[in-house]
């Protein structure tokens, strides 16, 4: 898979749209490297549906996805799936409304690799927050109880930096299409995006270890006790940086949200709230990977 055509499928469940402008605001491989041109020397993303990015509409676009190429397509999802299945419908076929699980399910057994986008389908996120009258619940599970096997890597951020998305998809592509070479955390995220905390690598850091705090959001100093969850929180923002590298929530003066954690958001609200002292790790020790101790 290193070189010629790979096929993208991209479905929207219950979500707001978020990670694919966020896809659409990439610098570095270029939207237009995405879309059109070439993501790798040689590689060219197929693009084969997106209900946001395609100009078809209706039946003839959904027809598309009766055609693809069995095992050789990855299916990217964004949104959670609920389970009351009326809740999220993506067209219709004959005048019936196809839903998004129906859909999900027919098409991700076919699929080489499943993309969760985003902390909605990675998590379930804040489409299945509480009350959760739809019954989102993530990508992963939903495979999980219909029994369908094919390999998911989980790309959380609410939403995902573009970054992440493109680096997940090249990983995968320069693994030859063997998922199993990407190294994911026990959560099924990259490693190589999300296998530190933004606590340990935040510029801000000598003030928390000094015990110096801001007392409102913009304040210099470390943004602790001020809500930020950055010391239970797995992404490489601080280095990485949003925005084609301009800028970052805590660098901006907010504090990070833990957007890319399973407990995001019903476990990570409220807002300006201080996570409690057992939960702050120190360098080294304390959150496990994937947040089980979150
Ligand atoms: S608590 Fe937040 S602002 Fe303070 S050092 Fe950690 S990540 Fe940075
Ligand atoms: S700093 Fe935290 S809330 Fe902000 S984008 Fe990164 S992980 Fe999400």
Redesign the pocket.
């Known amino acids: 898979m290193a070189s010629g055509e790979v096929n993208l499928v991209w479905l929207q469940g219950g979500g707001c749209t978020g990670c694919s402008v966020s896809l659409l605001n990439s610098a570095h491989p270029s939207t237009r490297n995405l879309l059109v041109d070439q993501l790798l020397p040689g590689v060219h993303l197929s693009l084969k549906y997106h209900p946001t990015v395609m100009a078809g509409q209706g039946q003839a676009a959904l027809s598309v996805l009766d055609d693809l190429p069995d095992g050789d397509f990855v299916l990217a999802v964004e949104g959670a799936i609920p389970d009351r299945e009326e809740f999220c419908t993506i067209g219709e076929v004959d005048g019936r409304e196809v839903t998004v699980k129906e859909k999900f399910l027919e098409l991700a057994p076919k699929a080489s690799l499943v993309v969760a986008v985003g902390t909605c389908s990675s998590f379930g996120g804040i489409s299945s927050g509480a009350p959760n009258p739809g019954g989102y619940r993530s990508a992963q599970d939903v495979m999980d109880e219909a029994g369908v096997e094919t390999p998911v890597v989980n790309v959380p ?2 939403p995902p930096h573009p970054d992440w998305i493109s680096t997940t998809l090249l990983e995968y592509i320069l693994a030859g299409g063997d998922a199993s070479k990407v190294a994911v955390d026990p959560l099924l995220r990259p490693l190589s995006i999300y296998g530190k905390l ?1 606590h340990e690598n935040c510029p801000r850091r000598s003030y928390f270890d000094e015990g110096k705090f801001a007392e409102k959001p913009g304040d210099p100093e470390c943004l602790h006790k001020v809500g930020c ?2 010391p239970i ?1 797995y ?1 490489d ?1 601080p280095l990485r940086e ?1 925005n084609d590298g301009l800028n ?3 660098k901006a003066g907010g504090p ?5 954690q399973p407990e995001f958001i019903d476990m990570t609200t409220p807002i300006y709230v201080a996570l409690e002292e057992d939960r702050l790790p120190k360098i080294g020790e304390g959150a496990s990977v994937g947040g089980d101790d979150a």
């Open positions: 951020g609410c933004i969850k950055g929180t992404a923002c949003w970052w929530c805590v990070c949200q833990g957007c890319t």
